[in-house]
C-alpha cells in the first residue's frame, strides 16, 4: 500500500491559484502583480546584506535529539547581521500536514516568530515573522495521504510505540490537502477573506513596486506573507527568484529514453526498492531497543522508509509515463520573461534562483531520478530562451548568478562545465540537509555525464560530463560510527555594480550521540 500521493501539476497549479485568487477582476483593476514580493525592513536598498538558507527541515524532535533545533540554536546569532531566511521546502514531513506545523515548524523556529515564546500559542495559520521567512514548497508540503493507510497508521501507534518500532512518526490523520497547509502557512490566503472585505487588504497590504503595478508589502512584524507559490522580489539590487518546482517535475515527457530496455530497468529498480523496504521494516521488528545505538537505528530505518517511497514514487512516475502530461508553463514563461525584464533593468545588478528540485547533485539516490533531469531540462529551456533574448549574454555571460536547491539530504556546491546550453558555467547550491536523515554521496564519483545527444535527443552510449562537485557535505561512515553532518548556509553579498558572493557552510555534526558545531572554509563566487 502507498503510505504517500502526489496530486497531479494540474491539480497543484489549479488548487494553487484558486487559493490566492489568482488574477481576480478586483486584482487586475488594481494592477497587482500576484507574483512581486516587497521586503520592507528599512534595508532593503543596502548593496551589501546577508542571508541564511536551509531546506528539507521539518522532521521534527526525535527522542533523544534534535537536529532541526540545533540547527536553529546555531542560526539564531546571526540574526542580528542577516537580513532574511531561504528555505528550499519540504518545510514539514512527512506529507505536509497541519498537524506537523507545531512540532517540525513553530516550535523549532520559534526565534523567527512574534510570539515565539509561546509557541504553543501559534496557530500554524497566524505565524507572524518577526524576521524574514521566504519559503518555496516542496514535494512534501504537496503530498496527500491515503485515507486508509493513515487509518492503519494511528491504529497501529500504541502497539508500534509499545514495541518501539513507530517508522511513522511524522504521519497524522491528514495531508497536505494538495498543499492548502502550505498555502495557509505561509501565502496570502486570499480566498479566505470575505468579498466585501477584499478592497480593504489590498490596500492595506499592497503597494506600489514600478509606475502603477502593485506587489505584497512584506513587514517584519506586521504582515509576512508570500503573494503566491513562486514569485520575486530585490533585495540590495539582486533580484531573487522563487519557483514551485513540484509542478514542473514531472519525467513523463523524458519517459521515452531508453525505450523497452530502460523499462525494464526500472522495473527490476522497483522490485530491489520494494524488497529493501521490506528488509528494514523487518529490521526494525527484531531490534534490540537496549543496543545503545538502538535509538539511531530506529532513525537511519525511518529516513530508509522515506527515501524508498519517494523512490518508488518517482519510478512509478516513469513507468506509468503518460505522453500528454502537463507541466507549469505558465511558470517557466513567467521565469523567462521575469529573467529577461531584470536583464534590462540597470537597478538590477544580479539574479539568484532558489527552487526544491536540483537539476544538478551527487548524492546517492536523487542524482539520476527522472525527475532531477526532467527540472534539468526545463530550466535549462528557460536559461538559453533568455540567453538568446539578452545581448548582454552572448559572450557566454550565465543569466543567472547563482541556483540554490534542497531535496536531497545534504550541502553541495557543483559547477556545470560546458553543458551545450546556458546553463553552463555556473555554481549550483544543494542545501538540502537541515533536518531529516542525511544521505550519502553517490559511488559513481564527483562528475556528471549526459549522453551527448542531449536530454531531449536519441539515446547514445557516448556521454559527456556536464557538472562537477566542488564540496558534499553528507552521512559518512559505518555503523556505529556513522558521522552526520546537519548544516545550514550563509551568504554574504558584497557591493559593486558586479557582485560577489561568500558563501560559508555552517555545520552541526552528530557523532556517537554527541555534537560539534563548525563552519566550513568560505565558498567565493
Known sequence: MSSILDPPIPAKVAKMKARVRWQHPTLVARHIDQTRLMVEDGHAETEEFSFLVIGDSGSGPHPDHHPQRRLAEQMVPHLQDCRFLLHTGDVVYQVGSREQYPDNFIKPYREWLVGGDQPDKIAYDQMLFRFPFLAVPGNHDYYNLPRLYSVLVQLSKPLRKLLGIDLNPNVGWHGSGVGDAYARAFLDYLQGIPADQLVDHLRTHYGAWNGDTQGLRYRPGVYTRLPNRY??????????????????????????????????????????????????????????????????DLDDWQAKVEQYDEMLLDIDKQLNANPTAQIDTEQLLWLRDKLIASWQDPAAR???????????????????????????????????????????????????????????HCFEHLKTLDTGHADGHLDWIVCGGSGLSLRRQRSGGNTLCEPVSDLTGEASDELRPVAESQLFIGRIGKKPDYRRPYSFLRVDVKGGQEPKFVLTPHVSERFHRDWKDYALDPIYI
Open 350 to 408: 544580479g539574479r539568484i534562483v532558489f527552487f526544491h528540485h536540483p537539476p544538478y547533485v551527487t548524492e546517492s539516490t536523487k542524482w539520476n531520478q527522472g525527475q532531477t533531469l526532467a527540472v534539468r531540462h526545463h530550466l535549462r529551456w528557460v536559461l538559453d530562451q533568455v540567453a538568446a533574448a539578452v545581448p548582454n549574454l552572448a559572450d557566454g555571460t550565465p543569466p543567472v548568478n547563482l541556483v540554490i536547491n534542497g531535496h536531497a
Open 231 to 296: 514569485y520575486t522580489f530585490r533585495y540590495g539590487g539582486i533580484d531573487f527568484f522563487a519557483l514551485d518546482s513540484s509542478t514542473f517535475n514531472d519525467p513523463s515527457l523524458l519517459a521515452h529514453q531508453g525505450g523497452l530496455d530502460r523499462r525494464q530497468w526500472l522495473q527490476g529498480q522497483r522490485q530491489q526498492v520494494l524488497e529493501d523496504r521490506r528488509l528494514v521494516e523487518e529490521a526494525a521488528l527484531h531490534r534490540n531497543p537496549k543496543d545503545t545505538h538502538a535509538q539511531e
